[in-house]
């Protein structure tokens, strides 16, 4: 049974960074896609970055490219999201997200992943 636990999240003033990660089991970490989204109240659920263990190619939704890496640790078996230079407007909660396929360019459809963590909290202050 496919199992993700994500952590990592915080309340945190704007300019500071946070890294959030989406340990997983019950299934071969290096042949999936494992994604980050987030929704924030009222806003539908967004894709924020994507990286297919089994050769490490990544995206990054172009709006937050410049400030979120997405990044693997094979041997612990969790993705990470490390989120600089963060903004109130990153308020949101957090959710990784895996498919036993690669990503490629429906990563950010979040009906491309049957499998879904619980989700964390990300709390920006201005």
């Known amino acids: 049974q496919v199992q993700l636990v994500n952590s990592g999240g915080g309340s945190v003033q704007a300019g500071g960074s946070l890294r959030l990660s989406c340990a997983a089991s019950?299934?071969?970490?290096?042949?999936?896609?494992v994604a980050w989204f987030r929704q924030a109240p009222g806003k539908e659920r967004e894709g924020v970055a994507a990286?297919?263990?089994?050769?490490?190619?990544?995206g990054v939704a172009d709006s937050m490219k410049a400030r979120f890496t997405i990044s693997q640790d094979n041997a612990r078996s969790t993705v990470y999201l490390q989120m600089n230079s963060l903004q109130p407007e990153d308020t949101a909660s957090y959710y990784c997200?895996?498919?036993?396929?690669?990503?490629?360019?429906?990563?950010?459809?979040?009906?491309?992943?049957?499998?879904w963590g619980q989700g964390t909290q990300v709390t920006v202050s201005s």
């Open positions: 997200a895996a498919a036993p396929y690669p990503c490629g360019s429906q990563w950010t459809n979040a009906a491309y992943f049957p499998y």
């Open positions: 019950g299934y071969t970490f290096k042949t999936y896609c």
């Open positions: 990286i297919y263990t089994l050769n490490g190619s990544r």
